[in-house]
């Protein structure tokens, strides 16, 4: 039997597993009404005739789903939103010709914006209105809010960027991959070349020149900062809202970083043969080299990684930590207050947390290592020997054939503790040292909680069927859940894809709902509190796109 956790104590009933009604739920949600999957045909699912190429975009988001297939005819080309065709194209515009890398949804999923190609001129398609043509186009890219839409577009020799429409200065060059929109998506800065040399425009105004930049310009959080570093002759300055800073031989490319609270920027510098961390103006120790600097969440510490000789360095808050053979990133708590990291010295692995050595084992399993999230508390998984455990606060638990990826999992309280495990070829659900019924496998990924921490589900597999467990209760069989169960707030309701043969169905509350031939985007809970999702259904061999809403799934957000 699993041993009930402490918020879950109701469900020592349902976790006697096989026994039938999940008479837990019943018990803290005796009054709650059966769902109701609502089904609203949008169109056909393939609008255009003779399709002989088919790439599937999908946008889910808590406005909703949508999907948009870019489809080929064997000539033209065309976008299809939500079940609706565009105009037909000689061809769509891709990012350095990779069609995976289309993303026309903002960030919202409320426009749609592409780039197209039509007798010998690109245009940019912003929610089925085309803009000015150019010879050619880099873009579009969309601010956060989903208000402004930016491009690079060439006409005449010469480039220039193009901001709601309307067309900005003329340059030799203009370079997307260094062009942004602050957070607030009140300001757009790019990176642009004439006669060789480069310049920061911020809203339109444009920097000093310079012989190059290292990298794309990086915003403050609140928006109020821009920082870019640039060359100019044999010397690299950090530029702070348009003012330069100390002349170095080397500015760390990609090392520029604000703090949460905005109101620091560090970077690494060289100066000489070594490297120095410069934070807030400062200088701290000289290195070899240095990685993966950054800010606590509450903005009160810093922590990097640094090389010195063959040995690896963690360094916090300027103080050097012990010299190991290796060590990985470090890794804040969620308030900001703890950091651990892996080490190894020689064959041996630890966790050092809060400059603790933890115990000595043959391996950590990577990405293992989790904070609680009240941040009191800390697990991961290590080898120790032939077997596998998890290590919570320091403890070593019981030792298991193995440990399954990704390693263990806190319930949002930071009360309980859940991890797969492996002995004699079955899988258990291993909750606050308690075991589950053997299991032929676990799917990976699949433990989750409800956000009150009252409920947990997971996706089990006995002989060759699987069925999502809630609450230690099995639901119906089928031969694949691809995606873990999704609860609402409260825990009172549960959706999760579930595929019998060539049937796909969502299942509410542990009951199949229609039955479609794909789920192509969600469910995902939405801000008004409906659940949504969007399926493929045949009927009469006529495939349709069907929009299925479930009104009251969760509350409405604020």
Same mark, same amino acid.
């Given at each position: 039997?699993?041993t009930p956790?402490?918020?879950l104590?109701?469900?020592?009933l349902?976790?006697?597993?096989?026994?039938?009604?999940?008479?837990a739920?019943?018990?803290?949600?005796?009054?709650?009404?059966?769902?109701?999957?609502?089904k609203?045909?949008l169109?056909?699912f393939?609008p255009v005739?003779?399709?002989n190429? +088919?790439l599937?975009?999908?946008?889910?988001?808590?406005?909703?789903?949508?999907i948009?297939?870019?489809?080929n005819?064997?000539?033209?080309?065309?976008?299809?939103?939500?079940?609706?065709?565009?105009?037909?194209?000689?061809?769509?515009a891709?990012p350095?010709g990779d069609?995976?890398k289309?993303?026309?949804?903002s960030?919202?999923?409320k426009r749609?914006?592409?780039?197209?190609?039509?007798?010998g $001129?690109?245009?940019v398609?912003?929610?089925?209105?085309?803009?000015?043509?150019?010879?050619?186009?880099d873009?579009?890219?969309l601010?956060?809010?989903?208000?402004h839409?930016?491009?690079?577009? +060439?006409?005449?020799?010469?480039w220039?960027?193009?901001?709601d429409?309307?067309?900005?200065a003329?340059w030799?060059n203009t370079?997307?991959?260094?062009?942004l929109?602050?957070?607030?998506?009140?300001r757009?800065?790019?990176?642009?070349?004439?006669?060789?040399?480069?310049?920061?425009?911020?809203?339109?105004?444009?920097g000093?020149?310079?012989?190059?930049?290292?990298?794309?310009?990086?915003f403050s959080?609140?928006?109020?900062h821009?920082?870019?570093?640039?060359?100019?002759?044999? %010397?690299?300055?950090?530029w702070?809202?348009?003012?330069p800073?100390p002349?170095?031989?080397e500015?760390?490319?990609?090392s520029?970083?604000?703090?949460?609270?905005?109101?620091q920027l560090a970077?690494?510098?060289?100066?000489g043969?070594h490297?120095?961390?410069v934070?807030?103006?400062?200088?701290?120790?000289?290195?070899?080299?240095?990685?993966?600097f950054?800010?606590?969440?509450?903005?009160? $510490?810093?922590?990097?990684r640094?090389?010195q000789?063959?040995?690896?360095?963690?360094?916090?808050d300027?103080?050097l930590g012990?010299d190991?053979?290796?060590t990985?990133?470090?890794q804040f708590?969620?308030?900001?207050?703890r950091v651990a990291?892996r *080490?190894q010295?020689?064959?041996?692995?630890?966790?050092?947390?809060?400059?603790?050595p933890?115990?000595?084992l043959?391996?950590?399993?990577?990405?293992?290592?989790t904070f609680?999230?009240?941040?009191n508390?800390?697990?991961? *998984?290590?080898?120790?020997?032939p077997?596998?455990?998890?290590i919570?606060?320091?403890?070593l638990g019981?030792a298991?054939?193995?440990v399954?990826?990704?390693?263990?999992?806190?319930?949002p309280d930071?009360?309980?503790?859940a991890? +797969?495990a492996? %002995?004699d070829?079955?899988?258990?659900l291993v909750?606050?040292e308690?075991?589950? +019924?053997?299991?032929?496998?676990?799917?990976?990924?699949?433990?989750?909680?409800?956000?009150d921490s009252? %409920?947990?589900a997971?996706?089990?597999q006995?002989?060759?069927?699987?069925?999502a467990?809630?609450?230690g209760?099995?639901?119906?069989?089928?031969?694949?859940?691809?995606h873990?169960?999704?609860?609402?707030p409260?825990?009172? $309701?549960?959706?999760?894809?579930a595929h019998?043969?060539?049937v796909?169905?969502?299942?509410?509350?542990?009951?199949?709902g229609p039955?479609?031939?794909?789920?192509?985007?969600g469910?995902v809970?939405?801000?008004?509190?409906r659940?949504?999702?969007?399926?493929?259904?045949q009927?009469?061999g006529v495939?349709?796109?069907?929009?299925v809403?479930v009104p009251?799934f969760?509350?409405?957000?604020?």
């Amino acid at each position: 039997m699993l041993t009930p956790p402490p918020r879950l104590w109701w469900s020592v009933l349902g976790i006697l597993f096989l026994l039938g009604t999940n008479l837990a739920a019943q018990e803290k949600n005796p009054s709650v009404a059966p769902l109701e999957q609502r089904k609203e045909v949008l169109g056909p699912f393939e609008p255009v005739p003779n399709v002989n190429f +088919r790439l599937y975009l999908r946008k889910v988001t808590e406005n909703g789903c949508r999907i948009a297939l870019m489809v080929n005819d064997g000539s033209k080309w065309s976008m299809v939103l939500d079940g609706v065709p565009g105009p037909a194209f000689d061809g769509i515009a891709a990012p350095k010709g990779d069609f995976t890398k289309i993303n026309p949804f903002s960030p919202d999923g409320k426009r749609f914006v592409y780039g197209a190609l039509e007798n010998g $001129h690109f245009i940019v398609m912003a929610d089925g209105k085309p803009g000015p043509e150019f010879d050619m186009i880099d873009g579009p890219i969309l601010s956060p809010d989903g208000q402004h839409i930016a491009y690079s577009a +060439r006409k005449d020799g010469k480039w220039r960027m193009v901001l709601d429409g309307v067309e900005q200065a003329l340059w030799d060059n203009t370079y997307l991959d260094h062009a942004l929109f602050s957070p607030d998506s009140r300001r757009f800065v790019y990176a642009a070349e004439r006669a060789g040399r480069w310049q920061v425009v911020d809203n339109g105004v444009a920097g000093p020149p310079m012989d190059g930049l290292g990298g794309p310009p990086v915003f403050s959080p609140d928006s109020k900062h821009l920082a870019y570093n640039a060359n100019d002759g044999d %010397h690299w300055n950090v530029w702070l809202d348009g003012k330069p800073g100390p002349n170095y031989s080397e500015i760390g490319t990609g090392s520029l970083s604000f703090s949460p609270d905005s109101r620091q920027l560090a970077y690494g510098a060289k100066i000489g043969t070594h490297w120095q961390m410069v934070v807030n103006g400062k200088l701290g120790p000289a290195f070899d080299g240095f990685w993966s600097f950054q800010f606590s969440p509450n903005s009160r $510490h810093q922590v990097y990684r640094a090389k010195q000789g063959a040995k690896s360095i963690v360094v916090i808050d300027g103080v050097l930590g012990p010299d190991y053979d290796a060590t990985e990133d470090p890794q804040f708590s969620p308030n900001g207050e703890r950091v651990a990291y892996r *080490a190894q010295q020689g064959q041996a692995q630890q966790m050092v947390v809060d400059g603790k050595p933890g115990p000595l084992l043959q391996g950590i399993g990577d990405g293992s290592f989790t904070f609680s999230p009240d941040s009191n508390h800390y697990a991961y *998984a290590g080898v120790q020997g032939p077997n596998q455990l998890v290590i919570r606060d320091g403890r070593l638990g019981k030792a298991y054939d193995g440990v399954g990826k990704p390693g263990p999992v806190f319930s949002p309280d930071s009360l309980n503790l859940a991890y +797969r495990a492996t %002995h004699d070829k079955r899988w258990y659900l291993v909750m606050n040292e308690g075991e589950s +019924r053997p299991l032929t496998l676990i799917e990976e990924r699949s433990i989750v909680f409800s956000a009150d921490s009252w %409920h947990f589900a997971y996706t089990g597999q006995g002989g060759l069927k699987k069925y999502a467990v809630v609450d230690g209760v099995p639901g119906p069989a089928f031969d694949s859940i691809p995606h873990p169960v999704l609860f609402n707030p409260n825990g009172s $309701h549960t959706a999760y894809e579930a595929h019998a043969g060539a049937v796909r169905q969502v299942v509410l509350d542990q009951v199949p709902g229609p039955e479609f031939a794909d789920i192509l985007a969600g469910p995902v809970v939405c801000r008004d509190g409906r659940l949504e999702y969007l399926a493929v259904e045949q009927t009469k061999g006529v495939e349709m796109l069907v929009r299925v809403t479930v009104p009251g799934f969760a509350p409405p957000k604020p």
